[in-house]
């Protein structure tokens, strides 16, 4: 598809082959240099450990276009730090931070005329992974990797405004109490797709999991983090080790204290005390801010502010947000990183 095909106003989160994406490959103790490929296909081995042992993870983050014309990337160095862990989590070689912001910057100087123009709310979505490759059978680290990043141009996840959505609790586990949750690894998204589904079929945005240790305490909302809004007004968002640590949830902390004055916390929220909260949402690169309008818990139906209006603190966070990223609103020093 060329871009002067693509409606940037009906686009939605689907893969759309733009013309270049950029390949490193990892071989006796090193990344080589890295370069851009219109190729994209992969060829590896039929042993590789990312097909067979997932030994491989993934990263999800996206530029925007401004106002000026200018690029934004939103906080690529904590992308870049999530995929060290991950790497460090699964025996895989990490790539440094410069690599991983300067493949980004490549990918998107490439894919130039895929970014979504200013003001329709879309986005560059750039996919960064890191796979074990190479001949092998045992179940031990690859002899090989590659580290890629291809972008695909994604629209405004909100069509004609924001809305909330409804989501049920899960009985499955996304991730074992000191499992691979915290990693940013295909495992957890496998394990993910039958409960998704499943709420899915039941017209739910998707599934809340709970903590696997105890089943009592929200965890995460489908492939986003969990924060609400206490009745005394304060932000709060699960503590885990078996969460993702969303960027996203972290750059919201960091706004709803120091722009929004709100006190915050990281703690527990307990499943059956949801009458404690005046707000919650869904939050993540894909997500942005998703207000939740309610949860079904077992028979239980619990509504948070609303199931068609937003909240006012939700929409506060959303448009600080979405301000920053888009270049509308000054950003907390280093959080822009500019393509030029
Ligand atoms: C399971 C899960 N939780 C949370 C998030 C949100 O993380 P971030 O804000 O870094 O996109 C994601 C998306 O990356 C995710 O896949």
Redo the contacts with the bound molecule.
């Keep these: 598809m060329s871009s002067a095909d693509i409606d940037w106003k009906t686009l939605g989160f689907d893969y759309i082959k733009t013309d270049l994406r950029y390949i490193s490959h990892w071989k006796d103790g090193d990344w080589d240099e890295g370069q851009l490929t219109e190729d994209n296909k992969l060829h590896i081995s039929e042993g590789s450990t990312a097909l067979h042992y997932g030994q491989q993870c993934f990263?999800?983050?996206k530029a925007y276009r401004c106002k000026d014309g200018s690029i934004n990337l939103f906080r690529p160095d904590?992308?870049a730090a999530?995929m060290r862990r991950s790497c460090a989590r699964l025996l895989m070689p990490a790539v440094s931070t410069e690599k991983f912001i300067d493949a980004c910057k490549q990918v998107v100087r490439a894919n130039e005329k895929f970014i979504p123009p200013y003001g329709t709310g879309g986005a560059l979505y750039l996919r960064p992974f890191l796979i074990g490759v190479g001949d092998n059978i045992g179940v031990h680290s690859a002899p090989e990797f590659i580290f890629s990043v291809f972008a695909t141009p994604v629209g405004a996840y909100f069509k004609g405004g924001m809305k909330p959505t409804n989501f049920i609790v899960s009985d499955y586990d996304?991730a074992a109490p000191n499992g691979t949750g915290a990693a940013?690894v295909g495992g957890?998204?496998a394990a993910?797709l039958l409960p998704g589904l499943d709420a899915k079929n039941r017209e739910f945005g998707d599934c809340i999991y709970l903590d696997p240790e105890t089943h009592t305490k929200i965890e995460?909302v489908?492939?986003?983090?969990f924060f609400a809004i206490t009745e005394e007004g304060h932000f709060i968002t699960p503590k885990s080790p078996s969460?993702?640590?969303?960027?996203?949830?972290y750059s919201l902390l960091e706004l709803a204290k120091e722009r929004l004055g709100l006190e915050v916390e990281e703690g527990d929220v307990f499943i059956d005390k949801l009458d404690g909260y005046k707000e919650a949402g869904a939050?993540?690169?894909?997500?942005v801010i998703t207000p939740i309008g309610g949860i079904q818990n077992g028979n239980d139906f619990h509504v948070f502010y609303s199931e068609t209006e937003v909240g006012p603190v939700t929409k506060r966070l959303y448009e600080e947000l979405v301000g920053i990223q888009y270049g509308d609103r000054e950003a907390p020093a280093g959080w822009i990183v500019k393509v030029d």
């Design positions: 990263e999800g983050l904590q992308n999530r996304r940013k957890n998204y993910s995460e489908g492939s986003a983090n969460i993702l640590p969303s960027i996203t949830k939050c993540g690169t894909a997500a």
